[in-house]
């Protein structure tokens, strides 16, 4: 079964460091670009920040960057995302994504505008983080 499974979302407490992982099942992430998207609660898709394989090249979006890093193990086939210092406003189901581009404008690195579910070719089902004191 071609899918993506997140892991390592988990309820902490402020201040605290989650790392997420994503690892494809079925397929290789090939040339793909790797995306870690999130909804926050009563809110919409929000692009986080993004890797591309091959050359390992990361991308974020403004409000992720200095405490979101993105990496990928290529011999686990794993991409992860380490939040450290989390906060409430953190709080959200983050998923992992793939697409051909990234679908946004990208400048050295930070990313910036809108993203729909349609802008990536394949979704994994999400990991919850929740950050309460």
């Known amino acids: 079964e071609v899918q993506l499974v997140e892991s390592g979302g988990a309820s902490v407490q402020p201040g605290e460091t989650l790392r997420l992982s994503c690892v494809p099942s079925?397929?290789?992430?090939?040339?793909?670009?790797v995306s870690w998207v999130r909804q926050a609660p009563g809110k919409g898709l929000e692009w986080v920040s993004g890797?591309?394989?091959?050359?390992?090249?990361?991308y974020y979006a403004d409000s992720t960057v200095g405490r979101f890093t993105i990496s990928i193990d290529n011999a686990k086939s794993t991409v992860y995302l380490q939040i450290s210092d989390l906060k409430s406003e953190n709080t959200a189901l983050y998923y992992c994504?793939?697409?051909?581009?990234?679908?946004?404008?990208?400048?050295?690195?930070?990313?910036?505008?809108?993203?729909?579910?349609?802008?990536?070719?394949?979704w994994g089902r999400g990991t919850q983080v929740a950050v309460s004191s």
């Open positions: 890797i591309h394989p091959p050359g390992g090249m990361q």
């Open positions: 079925g397929f290789p992430f090939g040339n793909k670009f």
């Open positions: 994504a793939v697409s051909r581009r990234l679908p946004l404008y990208c400048d050295g690195g930070i990313c910036r505008g809108e993203i729909q579910r349609s802008s990536f070719g394949f």
